[in-house]
């Protein structure tokens, strides 16, 4: 029986929540007892993947209803690379929830060019999205736990956890993701100096690095079967990872209970990626 209650009565907003990592992220969120508030970018398709997200999320707290410990689902729309936006989503959690105790900086884009023939346009928008949208969500984020009163000593005594997604590009490049490695190892970068910054204020900044997870980013990258033959084959678990495997490791991550003494630390969550050179 896998463990609920994790999160409860804590509140997390999650950047980028409606598909991929952050949707998968912001479910188990939920059923550990945590209130969520998604931020998406309120597209067309953006309907569809948060009626998803909430069918899902009814069916969580039908199940678990005796338990009493699944947390409520809200959202939110913004684009990340706005200024306003991280503000008015961690402004939106307090009014709704009364506080804010996780924030998982998520969003993030990821269109595979070719180096000597990537436009500027390309560069210039993925790193206001995953980059400028990290720093504006987590400082707001910042802000607000900084001014909250902490935990009580029994639950750890801190203030809040932000948690921003990263990848194991911040650690090795990518032939067609020159515009975005760099803007991964920034996000992997802000996690370790805003721990340094944001401890004194009990609360704590890690980074999650996912490897090669098939979501809607790398749907066409993964598509050539060649592609993702060579993946899974340098992976030592032997398969690419499912946006699920990073929920397990964002409630680590979240929780004062299982990494009250973890700041500045990067989670590689990869299979084995990372250390298989061969
Ligand atoms: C990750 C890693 C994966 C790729 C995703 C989009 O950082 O490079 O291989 O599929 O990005």
């Known amino acids: 029986m896998s463990p609920t209650g994790l999160l409860r009565g804590k509140t997390a907003i999650i950047t980028g929540g409606t598909t991929g990592i952050g949707r998968a992220i912001a479910l188990e969120y939920l059923r550990q007892g945590c209130n969520v508030v998604v931020n998406h970018l309120g597209l067309a398709r953006d309907a569809g993947h948060l009626a998803s997200l909430e069918r899902e999320a009814g069916a969580l707290a039908e199940a678990a209803a005796a338990a009493g410990d699944v947390g409520v689902l809200d959202h939110l729309a913004g684009d990340v690379s706005d200024p306003a936006t991280g503000p008015a989503l961690v402004r939106h959690a307090v009014a709704r929830f009364g506080r ?12 595979f060019a070719e180096f000597l023939t990537l436009g500027g346009d390309l560069w ?3 790193v206001r999205t995953n980059l400028d949208g990290a720093f504006y969500v987590v400082q707001a984020a910042a802000q607000q736990m900084a001014a909250q009163a902490p935990a009580p000593a029994a639950e750890g005594g801190g203030r809040g956890a932000i948690i921003g997604v990263s990848s194991i590009s911040a650690l090795v490049g990518g032939g067609r993701q020159a515009h975005y490695t760099p803007t991964k190892a920034g996000v992997l970068s802000l996690m370790q100096s805003c721990a340094v910054a944001l401890g004194p204020h009990a609360i704590r900044c890690n980074a999650l690095l996912p490897g090669t997870v098939r ?10 079967p060649a592609k993702r033959a060579y993946m ?10 499912d946006p699920r495997d990073l929920a397990g490791p964002a409630v680590f991550l979240a929780s004062d209970y299982l990494s009250g003494y973890v700041t500045g630390a990067q989670l590689l969550v990869d299979g084995g990626l990372f250390v298989n050179l061969q």
Do not use: F, H, K, M
Request: hydrophobic share 35%; aromatic share 0%.
């Open 124 to 126: 210039a928008r993925t």
């Open 100 to 111: 804010l105790d996780v924030c998982v900086s998520n969003a993030g884009i990821c269109e």
């Open 232 to 241: 899974e084959g340098r992976i030592p678990l032997g398969r690419t990872g």
């Open 215 to 224: 979501t809607q980013l790398n749907d066409a990258d993964l598509a050539d």
